[in-house]
């Protein structure tokens, strides 16, 4: 357990715990779970229901991800009033340090990654594990050229081979799950 003056420190230092529950940081993080669970609700309603072939309402493919939308409005929604009370609008933002502009940089990257991922690879001619395959393998080659180790950012043969054995084995796995187990089909 850490003493006050520990956490003083701690908070006083470039990218502490200070800066990262600011409250202006947790009402912009709010509105966007708010976001994304609007998006994944309206995905899930979107989804076939397979109601010609007889399907229980209550195991529709899309029901799971409708309440996961639904559960992440309504925490969102929370983390928005929590954060206005502690004055998000009110509280001068903290300022910004090269950690933290690291930290942008990398969500910037994830979030294309993934915008790439949903609207270029997926459901545009290639079967959907080799989307994910490459996908996956791509993400951990970027974030390891990404890392703040310079041990870690050398890319090598190892390395690529390494990433997409990853990238091969999880998009297979999931596939094989969502197709076999939960019977929804993928593009």
């Not at 908070?11 to 502490?16: F, I, L, T, V």
């Not at 229901?49 to 195991?59: C, S, V």
Request: hydrophobic residues 50%; contains cysteine; charged residues 15%.
């Amino acid at each position: 357990m850490s003493s006050p003056a520990g956490a003083q420190a701690q908070a006083a230092e470039p990218g502490g715990t200070d800066e990262a529950a600011h409250p202006r940081s947790d009402f912009k993080d709010a509105i966007g779970w708010v976001l994304l669970g609007a998006v994944t609700l309206a995905g899930a309603l979107r989804m076939d229901r397979l109601e010609d072939q007889g399907i229980n309402p209550y195991t529709v493919p899309g029901l799971l991800p409708g309440l996961l939308g639904i559960g992440l409005m309504l925490l969102g929604a929370l983390m928005a009033v929590r954060s206005l009370r502690k004055g998000a609008l009110s509280a001068a933002p903290p300022a910004a340090s090269p950690l933290r502009a690291q930290q942008r940089r990398r969500v910037a990257v994830a979030i294309a990654m993934c915008v790439g991922y949903s609207v270029v690879l997926v459901g545009h001619g290639l079967p959907f594990w080799v989307a994910s395959a490459i996908y996956i393998t791509a993400s951990i080659l970027v974030f390891q050229r990404m890392s703040q180790d310079p041990a870690e950012r050398r890319l090598d043969l190892r390395s690529a081979v390494k990433a997409l054995a990853i990238g091969v084995g999880m998009s297979v796995l999931v596939w094989l799950v969502f197709e076999q187990v939960f019977l929804v089909r993928l593009p």
